[in-house]
C-alpha cells in the first residue's frame, strides 16, 4: 500500500492561518531535509490559548507567534516531543507570556545515542508533565494527551476535541516517513503507537511538518503497512546476502536525498533491532549501523 504523502501546504512564514474552527497554524522559516518546508506551531483556541510546539529558538518565529495572539492571553505551552525544531521556543515564548508549559518530561538521554534529525533539546523541562489520557483543560477548547513514542520516548500527540483533530507532532508528518533512530527511537514502540491512533476516531490528522490529513485511518495504515513493507524488504536483503545496513540502504532508498541516507540507516537499524528481538535475524555483536546481520533459518 502507497502512502498517500500530502504536499500541498498553503502558508506565508510568519502569518498565522485557520486549519479547524479552534486550530490555527504559523510555520516556521527553519525549511530543511527533515522539516519540509518548517515547523508548524499551532494555536489552539480564542481569547486565552495555548501554543503547540513553539518550534526552533528563533526569535522571528517567536516574534511571529507573539504578533499571532496579540490581545490574547497565552495560558498553556504544549510540546509534543523534545527535538530541537519543536521545542527550544518555548523558553522565550513563556518569558514572554508567563504561560505554564507541559510536555511529557526532559529530552531522553540514552548512551550511545547518535544526532539525527536536529538534535536534542536537554534544556526543556515542563512545569507540568504529561501522561497518556491526561486532559489539558482551556478557555472554550480541551486537549487529551495521547502517548506516542517510537520516535522519541518522550512524544505525545494532542487530541482537540471539539475539532476531533489530534496534532500528531512527528509521529505521523504530512510530508515523509518519520525517522526512528535507537537506541531512544523503537520500531516495536512505534508500531505499538500507530495501532493506538487506528483505534481513535478523529477526523483529521494535523502533524508538525506538512499539511493536515484528512483521511486518518487510511493514511496511518498505509504509514504502518510501509513499515512492514520496509522489513520484508530488509529480509529480503539479508535472504540474498546483503548482510550491512550501509549496503541495504543504497539498495532500499533510490532516488532520496543523500543527505538522509544516515537516518535511513537509522531506521533500518531499528527494523533490524526489531527482527532480532522476533527471533528472525541475527547478528554479530551488539546491534548499530556497523554491525553483521544474517537472516536466521
Same mark, same amino acid.
Given at each position: 500500500?502507497?502512502?498517500?504523502? %500530502?504536499?500541498?501546504?498553503?502558508?506565508? !512564514?510568519?502569518?498565522?492561518?485557520?486549519?479547524?474552527?479552534?486550530?490555527?497554524? %504559523?510555520?516556521?522559516?527553519?525549511?530543511?531535509?527533515?522539516?519540509?518546508?518548517?515547523?508548524?506551531?499551532?494555536?489552539i483556541g480564542h481569547g486565552k490559548v495555548a501554543i503547540v510546539d513553539p518550534g526552533p529558538d528563533d526569535p522571528a518565529h517567536i516574534d511571529a507567534l507573539l504578533n499571532a495572539v496579540r490581545n490574547e492571553t497565552v495560558t498553556h505551552i504544549l510540546v509534543t516531543h523534545t527535538h530541537r525544531d519543536h521545542s527550544p521556543g518555548t523558553k522565550a515564548l513563556k518569558a514572554a507570556t508567563g504561560a505554564t508549559t507541559y510536555g511529557y518530561g526532559p529530552h531522553p538521554v540514552r548512551e550511545g545515542s547518535p544526532q539525527v534529525e536536529e538534535g536534542g533539546d536537554h534544556d526543556f523541562k515542563p512545569d507540568v508533565v504529561l501522561r497518556d489520557g491526561d486532559v489539558v483543560n482551556g478557555e472554550g477548547w480541551t486537549a487529551d494527551t495521547v502517548?506516542?513514542?517510537?520516535?522519541?520516548?518522550n512524544h505525545v500527540c494532542f487530541g482537540v476535541r471539539e475539532d476531533k483533530a489530534l496534532l500528531s507532532g512527528d509521529h505521523v508528518m504530512g510530508w515523509s516517513t518519520? %525517522?526512528?533512530s535507537p537506541p531512544d527511537g523503537d520500531m516495536k514502540s512505534y508500531m505499538a503507537?500507530?495501532?493506538?491512533?487506528?483505534?481513535?476516531?478523529?477526523?483529521?490528522?494535523?502533524?508538525?511538518?506538512?499539511?493536515?490529513?484528512?483521511?486518518?485511518?487510511?493514511? %496511518?495504515?498505509? !504509514?504502518?503497512?510501509?513499515r512492514r513493507d520496509r522489513e520484508r524488504q530488509i529480509l529480503k536483503c539479508l535472504a540474498e546476502g546483503v548482510e550491512h545496513i550501509s549496503e541495504m540502504v543504497k539498495l532500499l532508498y533510490v532516488g532520496v536525498d543523500p543527505r538522509l541516507y544516515g537516518a535511513a540507516g537509522r531506521s533500518v537499524l531499528a527494523h533490524l533491532i526489531h527482527l532480532v528481538e522476533l527471533g528472525q535475524v541475527g547478528v554479530d555483536g551488539p546491534p548499530d549501523t556497523d554491525a553483521r546481520f544474517k537472516l536466521k533459518r
Open positions: 500500500m502507497a502512502i498517500p504523502f %500530502v504536499r500541498e501546504l498553503a502558508f506565508t !512564514y510568519g502569518e498565522a492561518a485557520p486549519v479547524t474552527p479552534q486550530i490555527r497554524r %504559523v510555520v516556521a522559516n527553519n525549511p530543511g531535509p527533515f522539516t519540509y518546508f518548517g515547523t508548524g506551531s499551532y494555536i502517548y506516542t513514542p517510537g520516535h522519541l520516548s518519520t %525517522v526512528i503507537s500507530l495501532d493506538k491512533l487506528l483505534a481513535r476516531d478523529d477526523r483529521l490528522l494535523i502533524p508538525t511538518h506538512g499539511a493536515e490529513i484528512k483521511d486518518p485511518k487510511s493514511f %496511518v495504515q498505509a !504509514y504502518a503497512e510501509h
